[in-house]
């Protein structure tokens, strides 16, 4: 068989071009493409989006704005940063620079009032407003608030930068004033923040005075003079409690000697009770400041009729305490701090004889820190 030598010349040298194109790579070109794998986590509250290279690779999704899944992102072109920025707008918040000898990029994102941070702290806040309602803010944005005037347990997680202070304060919801203020950084990490509100005072301590008798039992107490379920109105004035002992089987009411009659004040006050004999309890009136009038009238549901309420002199009524899912009438040796409420209770053939006896005790050792 005869080779044409025409054509095997021509093959050849289609050969020898074929071989030169491929040393000088111009059939594949190695360094066109340099993929990376990018994921994104953690939390913000406005939609944000991630770019690279002037291109919008992906954003946050839903009301949620949840992070989207790994990105791949080729690199080989463009300054190796990907910028995040608030979804539609051109202002960059934040870039990261992407290593091209990693190909596994994992980035936290804690945004937080139009920034960025390196990461969070947690912060507890452990509060009882005694029935006022507070709001929490970290640098002027609100974070947490009391409701109904109830206490508050809660975890902040507040973004930081290293070395960063941020400023948490309160107010008293519907006021201006900051009544508290508290510089917060990375050493607070899991500190817990707890206080009492006393007026328009923040109380992180209290001193209390030591026991007389070891087996006795001290008050220290903000009294709600107000009724909360009945018709009983309170014609308001300074008054007193006035504390009596019940027998709890014959009902036999003692009038303590000497009288343990303590002033009520708009701030907490203490009152110290001798220990309790067997089978009797502690019960209290609230009366007229250096009386034994009752400073409350009654008003019928039905009819415009209204009643004097009566001098209790301890005949209903008991001071307890619930305290470690049982309920106490008395715990000696201990100092408890605590808000009284009040109760009526209606007597006599036609329930017209009305009476203010002790409520609910709330207590609320936990939120601050006793002192001598």
């Not at 068989?1 to 020898?16: A, E, P, T, W």
């Not at 309602?133 to 409701?147: C, R, Y």
Request: hydrophobic letters at 40%; aromatic letters at 12%.
């Amino acid at each position: 068989m005869k080779i044409n030598h025409k054509v095997f010349i021509s093959l050849l040298g289609f050969f020898f071009i074929f071989l030169q194109a491929c040393q000088k790579g111009e059939l594949y070109d190695k360094v066109s493409t340099k993929i990376v794998e990018v994921t994104f986590s953690g939390s913000t509250s406005v939609a944000l989006e991630f770019v690279y290279n002037n291109v919008v690779l992906d954003s946050t999704k839903g009301a949620s704005h949840s992070f989207p899944k790994s990105m791949k992102v080729n690199i080989a072109q463009g300054n190796q940063k990907i910028q995040v920025r608030e979804k539609g707008k051109t202002t960059v918040l934040r870039s990261y620079q992407i290593d091209p000898a990693i190909f596994n990029h994992q980035i936290g994102i804690l945004y937080d009032n139009g920034k960025i941070y390196d990461k969070s702290i947690f912060y507890n806040l452990y509060v009882n407003p005694i029935g006022r309602d507070i709001e929490f803010f970290i640098d002027g944005k609100i974070v947490a608030q009391t409701l109904a005037g109830g206490q508050l347990t809660r975890k902040l997680e507040i973004p930081l930068d290293k070395d960063q202070k941020r400023e948490l304060s309160v107010k008293i919801k519907g006021k201006k004033e900051v009544i508290f203020t508290k510089t917060l950084m990375d050493a607070d990490s899991n500190k817990t923040l707890k206080f009492l509100l006393d007026g328009e005072k923040v109380l992180e301590n209290l001193t209390l005075p030591a026991l007389k008798n070891s087996k006795g039992m001290s008050l220290t107490f903000k009294l709600n003079t107000v009724v909360e379920f009945g018709q009983s109105t309170f014609l308001g004035g300074d008054v007193d409690l006035l504390f009596y002992m019940r027998d709890q089987i014959t009902e036999e009411v003692t009038s303590l000697k000497p009288e343990i009659r303590v002033p009520v004040l708009t701030s907490f006050v203490s009152v110290e009770l001798p220990p309790l004999p067997e089978g009797k309890i502690y019960t209290y009136d609230v009366v007229r400041r250096g009386t034994t009038l009752v400073p409350y009238t009654y008003k019928k549901f039905v009819s415009d009729e209204i009643f004097p309420v009566l001098p209790n002199k301890g005949r209903y009524g008991r001071l307890g305490f619930f305290k470690d899912l049982t309920d106490h009438i008395f715990l000696p040796g201990e100092r408890i701090i605590c808000r009284l409420s009040v109760a009526e209770e209606q007597w006599g053939d036609n329930y017209d004889e009305i009476f203010i006896v002790p409520g609910s005790v709330a207590l609320l050792n936990d939120f601050v820190t006793i002192s001598n």
